[in-house]
């Protein structure tokens, strides 16, 4: 992605030990949005595979939460059945 020397420049901008001129400020702050940039293009198909993810186990939850609900409610049928019935 970088070669050595901007590499070199960017830790040089960053490891300054005095405050940055205005013009150091904005070459590391471009520098770092580079960063970020080939950061988030790099990390793309990985975000995209867990949002599929997500959205597959947030199905899976829904459907296990109705599929709760439905024993609840044949727990209680039965229960209620079982008392009408019981001397």
Not at 8 to 28: G, I
Not at 32 to 60: D, F, G, I, M, S
Request: charged share 35%; no cysteine; proline share 3%.
């Amino acid at each position: 992605m970088w070669n050595e020397v901007k590499r070199q420049r960017f830790d040089e901008l960053r490891d300054l030990n005095r405050p940055l001129s205005s013009t150091e400020q904005a070459e590391l702050d471009g520098m770092v949005r580079e960063l970020e940039v080939a950061e988030a293009a790099y990390l793309q198909p990985a975000t995209e595979r867990l949002n599929r993810a997500n959205e597959q186990a947030a199905r899976r939850n829904e459907e296990l939460r109705k599929l709760a609900e439905r024993k609840h409610a044949l727990v209680v049928k039965l229960q209620t059945a079982l008392a009408e019935t019981s001397p």
